[in-house]
């Protein structure tokens, strides 16, 4: 669901293999949004990238910067040497439609960046 509310169409579902034993690689660190804060009805982990919308100022921030904090290895994996895989969707129009529902808080869905030329 989109942020008005509207079905949105997924075109392609993304992922990254991770370690959660490579911090140094901060787009692979998972951020935890509890149940209860920012809007979320359930448990939300985001990378340290992925942003949310924040209600109160209209803007999108990080994770970090709104004070979450990184979520430990146990949530994160079960796999004994670390390996993970972060899911992201793209959706159609996500120049217009780029936030959706995501256990009940609005984050940031897939954006395309054109390639440098």
Known sequence: MSHKN?????????????????????SRRIFKIPAGKQNATSDLYLSFFHRIFTP??????????????????????????????IYHIRVEDGERNH?????GCLAESWIEIPDKP
């Open 56 to 85: 109160e100022d209209g803007w999108l921030r990080k994770p970090i910067s709104l004070g979450f904090k990184e979520a430990p290895d146990s949530e994160v994996t079960n796999d004994p040497n670390g390996r993970y895989t």
């Open 99 to 103: 936030l959706i529902v995501n256990g």
């Open 6 to 26: 509207k079905p949105v169409k997924v075109t392609k579902i993304g992922n990254w293999k991770c370690n959660i034993n490579n911090k140094s690689d901060l």
